[in-house]
């Protein structure tokens, strides 16, 4: 044989080679997903909500769509119209899917929730801490925060005798516990007595962890507050 046809018959035998194993995945695939011949319900989108839904919320299966990125969460159930009154299971230690809401102030270890002080009788979608002698509340609207959309954070500052604080620079810092996200830091604008206001958009379902950072003079402070949506 002369090179030219060795080089000829190596070439074929490459591309029957490739050919099999073309034909090899394209038998194998659709086995491993779903049964092409299989009448539509069979293909219907099986979501796997690992999830103890609460009795009264539908156990929305939701959008198919991209379950390659998105994380199995079963989204959209409608909120509870009353939060859990006690610290118990507030933002902590829900599976994705559970009840969205759960805002709880979060020690700066990131894992303690602070639970609310005694007879304060906060709204669900208010929360506070003390950090030395700053009193920091936070108060979330829409609340429960409703994914790719923009957010309200009212914060509000008072001294440990109760009294406003109207003197501090606030920016806050949104990240997921989970996962490395996009900076998300806005700047909250004082709208007097103390009260400050930011916004942001959630770009994403799942727990997300607050920092405010409070600047008052030389003083620094950061309180965390954890939500999920
Ligand atoms: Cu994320």
Same mark, same amino acid.
């Given at each position: ?15 029957? /080679? ?8 394209? /038998? ?36 198919? +769509? ?42 700066? =270890? ?31 609207? +829409? ?9 309200? /954070?009212?914060?509000?500052?008072? =001294? ?63 309180? /965390?507050? =954890?939500?999920?949506?």
């Amino acid at each position: 044989m002369d090179k030219k046809s060795i080089v000829l018959l190596t070439g074929i035998g490459v591309a029957v /080679f490739v050919g099999v194993l073309a034909l090899g995945l394209l /038998f194998l695939a659709p086995t491993s997903n779903a049964k092409p011949n299989a009448p539509a319900q069979a293909v219907a989108p099986k979501i796997v909500a690992t999830q103890v839904a609460p009795v009264s919320a539908p156990t929305v299966a939701v959008n198919a +769509p991209a379950p390659t990125t998105a994380p199995a969460v079963a989204a959209n159930a409608p909120a509870p119209t009353t939060a859990p009154s006690g610290g118990m299971g507030r933002g902590r230690g829900m599976a994705p899917g559970q009840e969205p809401g759960g805002l709880v102030a979060m020690a700066a =270890d990131g894992k303690t929730t602070i639970p609310a002080p005694a007879g304060s009788n906060l709204a669900a979608n208010m929360a506070t801490q003390t950090v030395r002698d700053l009193n920091i509340t936070i108060a979330l609207t +829409p609340y429960p925060p409703v994914s790719f959309q923009t957010g309200t /954070f009212d914060v509000t500052l008072k =001294d440990t005798a109760g009294k406003a604080v109207t003197d501090a620079q606030i920016s806050l810092d949104l990240t997921m516990p989970g996962m490395w996200m996009p900076p998300s830091k806005p700047d909250a604008k004082h709208l007097g007595d103390g009260k400050y206001q930011a916004s942001a958009r959630w770009t994403m379902r799942g727990l997300w962890r607050i920092e405010t950072i409070i600047t008052r003079g030389s003083q620094k402070y950061s309180a /965390f507050f =954890d939500v999920w949506l």
